[in-house]
């Protein structure tokens, strides 16, 4: 009798060893550094292991876990596209990237790898970007440096998503080059 909660405590620690040795991060040598070609819009970016988020997260480890660096390239990818007029490109470059929240690890070892998200610790993004028309023309150019200072505001209980907070980021600026009727070619910092 005593062996059988032995073996199933063995066994779930097992596969938990398991499904953890094989964690991808975004600082792994392998993991890409810019979405495939397709489309009028492409997405690059440079090693996440500079990003602010991994050097002052609170958690570098729990930070680089995942594939979020790709994730977001990718909804910006499809929501610019969904925006471009037919013909117009967008090559955008990932500088740096600061997701919503921060690690607390004076909270203690309980919470080391609990992202705690407050109104004071806010996503922001700085990319470097080229908007042009069918015929080639810039219509936009410049680094942008995308912050959301009012994340929390309108944050739906419904929305589980983990990178929901910078994916609106990503939608707001991607609205705004996209619309007509915008400033064109400015090269300054804005949104």
């Given at each position: 009798?005593?062996?059988?909660?032995?073996?199933?405590?063995?066994a779930?620690?097992?596969?938990?060893?398991?499904?953890?040795?094989?964690?991808?991060?975004?600082?792994?040598?392998?993991?890409?550094?810019?979405?495939p070609?397709?489309?009028?819009?492409?997405?690059?970016?440079?090693?996440?292991?500079?990003?602010?988020?991994?050097?002052?997260?609170?958690?570098?480890?729990?930070?680089?876990?995942?594939?979020?660096?790709?994730?977001?390239?990718q909804?910006?990818?499809?929501?610019?596209?969904?925006?471009?007029?037919?013909?117009?490109?967008?090559?955008?470059?990932?500088?740096?990237?600061?997701?919503?929240?921060?690690?607390?690890?004076?909270?203690?070892?309980?919470?080391?790898d609990?992202?705690?998200?407050?109104?004071?610790?806010?996503?922001?993004?700085?990319?470097?970007?080229r908007?042009?028309?069918?015929?080639?023309?810039?219509?936009?150019?410049?680094?942008?440096?995308?912050?959301?200072?009012?994340?929390?505001?309108g944050?739906?209980?419904?929305?589980?998503?983990?990178?929901?907070?910078?994916?609106?980021?990503?939608?707001?600026?991607?609205?705004?080059?996209?619309?007509?009727?915008?400033?064109?070619?400015?090269?300054?910092?804005?949104?």
């Amino acid at each position: 009798m005593t062996l059988r909660p032995l073996l199933l405590g063995l066994a779930i620690a097992l596969a938990t060893a398991c499904s953890t040795t094989g964690v991808r991060t975004v600082t792994d040598p392998d993991a890409p550094r810019s979405l495939p070609e397709q489309g009028p819009v492409t997405v690059r970016w440079q090693d996440p292991s500079g990003f602010s988020d991994l050097r002052y997260s609170g958690n570098r480890y729990e930070a680089a876990r995942g594939n979020w660096v790709q994730e977001l390239a990718q909804h910006l990818r499809d929501e610019a596209q969904t925006r471009l007029a037919p013909g117009q490109r967008l090559d955008v470059d990932i500088l740096d990237i600061r997701r919503a929240g921060m690690y607390e690890p004076w909270r203690g070892p309980d919470l080391d790898d609990v992202r705690i998200i407050r109104d004071f610790y806010p996503p922001s993004m700085t990319l470097n970007f080229r908007h042009t028309d069918a015929d080639g023309r810039v219509l936009a150019q410049g680094e942008r440096k995308l912050r959301d200072s009012g994340f929390l505001m309108g944050d739906s209980p419904m929305d589980t998503d983990p990178l929901r907070y910078e994916k609106r980021m990503i939608d707001r600026w991607v609205r705004e080059i996209t619309s007509p009727g915008r400033v064109t070619s400015r090269s300054t910092p804005g949104a």
